[in-house]
């Protein structure tokens, strides 16, 4: 873990509210899919988190969503701008051999990472994702993806992307899942491979302070072999089993 | 070189730079960005009897000028303290002060009495803690229950004795005295404020919330610290150690101004993960440069004009 | 037309957008910016009865989120008040409430009997002034005195009586329920917090330091607002006027959904001298656009989630 | 009064520290010699009080040092920005037949203002200026000011103004001082004044809160005519008869 300064190569819009960011990290840094840095935003009393969209060796992507004032600030920041961040933060996914791998909204930059770190290694992997409507799907990534839903149908499929893994499950027969996404998808998808049998793991989000562990700011309770507990998003996940996660005592996601 | 130590009374720090409970972790946790053995001293983490769960829901919410938490005492117990991050912190050569809280004043004693047989130096009392022995009211804010805690704990424990105030009631002066009475070395001031962070949106016709309600920490409870560390030097003659809302070496300058011997830092640790060493720095580079010797010299200074 | 007024007993406004005593003046101060007749209620600097000179020295300092004043009540007078300031408001049709501060129990009802008799109807007790029978404690800070202050004005006032609550307390729960005990129509919450801004600039080796010790005010305190304000809900069946840090009519929406019933808009006025107007206006274009037909329904839907 | 948004005709650079901003104000508005505009910084609680420094009829232009954030902030806006401001406020110099003008540092604008408005109804006046060394001389106004001292003599003559004065009475025979600048200065002039019965008029600064009137955060103790008692620098001032005010009950300036 350390403190950057990276220089922002580019910033460019993806979609309605949607950016991609690529942070030049000089001399590279090492990071995996499902982790995550944490963004220094100008008087504000908290770091703000992104997911990782992708590592070039000398720089980090990003994708995000404009939400708040925190977002707002990162989207109007130009070419040779420079911004702080901390990290690299969090575990990452154990993918197995036959990845079905499932993005809704914002929620697609770490399995978007992990698709592309798979593709590398040879490993077979399907990338879904699920988006509100076509303005939201962010369209530099659209060919990576192979199977995309919208909930008012305007681009591929209708419907909430969670529908769409039963059908894909059958069709793949995965031995794991991968999703990132709202945690009402990321429940009923847990149940969904549950009901095959199917590892699930689930990117969870939390409201960060130090994003390193030490304020507990970001637990949630976890089944962790019957004992049920608590568990650092920051730390000890933000990468969990679906199983063990008990999503209705995340109130916020 | 300038002298960077505090030295009043049991209060021994090699500076005057600490972090504040609860957003420093244990022991190791900012050592990829800090070197903690420069640090005044950190302290940890309430640490109580048995180990917590703290509270459920949604813990944290920013807030214009700072934060509010409701972690609600989330810690690993005092035997897995003692065994598992205490043995780093000495081995490391780490200075610290433990954070301790108990819902009785046999479980505040119980718990210096442990620190002490560990040998444990210098241990802060959380008294903004329910107290479940009187109806729930916090520890801190009546200045006999006060009082009868500190001389209890003051019995078993040798080392410096820090009381952390809360400056959630009408006299904090009050209970500042009822903890030099009862023989403490030094209070701490502040605890977080009792606040409300909401956070509304409006979709489809739909209000959204967000809400935490616990304890207001950051830039804007600048004011109020500042305001309690200059009260109770008034009445006090053992030292205080200001907090709340530091950001940079002229915030320090201001809670000396006020009275401070010493200060911690705490939710600008999450923005700034280097700050308390980089402030040890500035303090030293600003001393050297600028002729002051001791602490007490500059403090002289800022309390003057 | 959405329906903006608020009827809870004797709390009677025409739409729940007052501004905080203190910040606006006596009656026309901010004409030129806003058009007063639009707003629920100004509320008048705090009046005494003899004429005072208030605090020496600087009075008020900017802090990083708010700042702090230290007025120390001046003002004319309730003599002249009544003589000069009070014709002007009833001649324009301004809605207003009269903040009243004394020095002993006799003295607030003296004041009281007084605006009664002027036909002033609706009233707001400063009950953060010294009590100077009672060692100069506040008075707004010890619950059996307040309670006798309250009963005391009520026999005197048959208008709206609001008690204005400070947060400087360890319960203000306690403090919110004696007025209610003693007959007041509603509690306003909250006052300034007790605080310190200090300036400090180095110049040729030596410091120089402004400092103001008062009332913090402005954004800042709203966490601690809305805290004070969700306290009191939980506690109170007699409406809340909420107030700390009012900015927009988002704030506003926050003190809505902690359970104000109307709100009150202070230290926001100096940079922003037509807010009180310009939230009236939006809050109506809101509730127009939205559907929602009363104040009711919008905090129904605020409160409920 | 009124709250007025107008765009920057230029904005440039005076001196060390020191700025003149010109206000393109459509329209035009009306004000008089010793009046200030309070204007917002964004995020601040408090506008910022500045004299006017002259009045074009379609502009005000402002002269002023930075000194900390909101001035700094002021100082990096461009030509064709926005700024917010309030005013007019407060009253005027009621100058004389024979006028000296004293400004101190940046107290130069009013009385600069005040001078050039002499200028045009051809009423006689001399203005002198001191500052604490040649760089914070605001170079653009130097040709309209007839005498110019130094602290440290690096520019005109050396010494404090407040050691002029006396000499430029003598030489000058004024029957008005008009006075803006530390208070020290201000003070010492009074004195001066006082010992040659001449009327001196003092322009005050203080924190300013409401900057109308309605808070009673700016006021000084001023002797009228033995009553003893608050007047409001917002709006009774900020211009004062010397005579009439405590100079040591106004711990900020
Ligand atoms: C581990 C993790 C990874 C994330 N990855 C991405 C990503 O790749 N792309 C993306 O668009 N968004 C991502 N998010 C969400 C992103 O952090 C928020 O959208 C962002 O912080 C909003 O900040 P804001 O100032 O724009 O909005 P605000 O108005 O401040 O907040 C809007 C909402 O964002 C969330 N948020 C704000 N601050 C934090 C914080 N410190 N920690 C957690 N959540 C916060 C809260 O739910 C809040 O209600 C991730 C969140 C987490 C926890
Ligand atoms: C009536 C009046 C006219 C003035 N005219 C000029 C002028 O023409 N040119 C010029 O350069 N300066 C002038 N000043 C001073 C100017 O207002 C301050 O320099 C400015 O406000 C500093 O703001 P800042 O944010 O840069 O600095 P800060 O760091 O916020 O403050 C620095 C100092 O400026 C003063 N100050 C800050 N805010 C206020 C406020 N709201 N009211 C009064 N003083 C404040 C305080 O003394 C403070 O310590 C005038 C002040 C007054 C009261
Ligand atoms: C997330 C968080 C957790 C905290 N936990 C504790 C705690 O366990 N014990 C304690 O005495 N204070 C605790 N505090 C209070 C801080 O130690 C400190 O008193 C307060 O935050 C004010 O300082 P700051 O404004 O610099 O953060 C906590 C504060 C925060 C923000
Ligand atoms: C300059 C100033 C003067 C004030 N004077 C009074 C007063 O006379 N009586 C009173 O009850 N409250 C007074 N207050 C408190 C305000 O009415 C209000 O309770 C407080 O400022 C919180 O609201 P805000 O954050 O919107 O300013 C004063 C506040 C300020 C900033
Ligand atoms: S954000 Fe602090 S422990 Fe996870
Ligand atoms: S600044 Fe408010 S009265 Fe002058």
Redesign the interface.
């Given at each position: 873990?350390?403190?950057f300064k990276a220089k922002i190569k580019y910033n460019k819009k993806a979609g309605k509210d949607l950016y991609i960011m690529d942070l030049e990290t000089p001399g590279g840094v090492f990071s995996k899919p499902g982790q995550f840095i944490s963004i220094?935003i100008p008087?504000?009393?908290?770091?703000r988190p992104l997911s990782i969209l992708g590592n070039t060796g000398d720089g980090l992507q990003l994708l995000y969503k404009v939400r708040g004032e925190g977002t707002k600030y990162l989207s109007n920041l130009k070419s040779g701008d420079f911004i702080n961040f901390?990290g690299i933060f969090g575990n990452t996914f154990a993918p197995g051999e036959k990845n079905l791998l499932i993005g809704a909204g914002v929620g697609l930059a770490p399995v978007y990472y992990l698709k592309k770190e798979l593709e590398k290694k040879g490993v077979t992997s399907k990338l879904i994702a699920g988006f509100k409507t076509k303005d939201e799907i962010p369209e530099d990534l659209i060919t990576d993806i192979d199977l995309i839903s919208t909930d008012d149908g305007s681009f591929g499929e209708k419907g909430s992307i969670a529908e769409f893994t039963e059908r894909c499950i059958k069709e793949n027969t995965p031995d794991t899942i991968c999703i990132c996404g709202p945690v009402i998808v990321m429940k009923l998808v847990s149940e969904t491979a549950a009901k095959y049998n199917i590892n699930c793991q689930v990117s969870m989000e939390s409201?960060?302070?130090?994003?390193?562990?030490?304020?507990?700011?970001?637990?949630i309770?976890i089944n962790d072999n019957g004992i049920i507990?608590?568990a650092a998003v920051c730390k000890e996940g933000t990468i969990f089993d679906g199983n063990k996660v008990f999503f209705g005592?995340c109130?916020?996601a | 070189m300038p002298d960077l130590s505090v030295d009043k009374g049991k209060l021994q720090l090699k500076n005057p730079i600490m972090t504040a409970s609860g957003t420093y972790g244990y022991n190791l946790e900012y050592e990829d960005f800090t070197d903690l053995t420069k640090i005044g001293a950190i302290v940890t983490k309430a640490i109580t009897l048995e180990p917590r769960d703290g509270n459920r829901g949604q813990r944290i919410i920013e807030t214009e000028c700072g934060m509010i938490n409701s972690i609600g005492l989330e810690n690993v117990g005092i035997e897995r303290f003692l065994r598992e991050k205490l043995p780093v912190l000495n081995n490391r050569g780490i200075s610290f002060a433990v954070n301790i809280a108990g819902a009785s004043i046999d479980e505040y004693a119980l718990l210096a009495k442990k620190c002490e047989s560990a040998g444990i130096k210098m241990i802060e009392l959380n008294v903004s803690c329910p107290n479940v022995q009187h109806g729930c009211l916090e520890f801190g804010v009546d200045e006999n229950i006060l009082e009868a805690l500190v001389k209890t704990v003051r019995e078993v424990f040798t080392g410096c004795l820090i009381i952390k105030l809360t400056p959630n009631v009408t006299s904090i002066e009050k209970l500042g005295l009822a903890c030099r009475n009862a023989g403490a070395d030094a209070v701490s001031a502040i605890n977080t404020i009792k606040g409300t962070g909401i956070k509304l949106s409006f979709e489809n016709g739909k209000f959204k919330k967000e809400q935490v309600t616990g304890g207001y920490s950051g830039r804007g409870i600048k004011p109020a610290a500042l305001g309690a560390v200059l009260r109770l030097k008034k009445v006090l003659d053992i030292p205080i150690i200001g907090m709340g809302g530091i950001y940079s070496l002229n915030d320090v300058f201001e809670f000396f101004a006020s009275g401070a011997e010493a200060v911690q830092i705490g939710t600008a640790n999450f923005t700034h993960p280097d700050i308390a060493g980089k402030i040890v720095s500035e303090l030293d580079s600003f001393m050297n440069n600028n002729g002051f010797k001791t602490l007490d010299e500059l403090k002289g200074a800022l309390r003057n004009e």
């Open positions: 873990m350390k403190e220094l008087d504000k009393t908290l770091r901390t409201m960060m302070g130090c994003s390193i562990g030490a304020c507990r700011g970001c637990v309770k507990r608590n005592g109130e916020h | -």
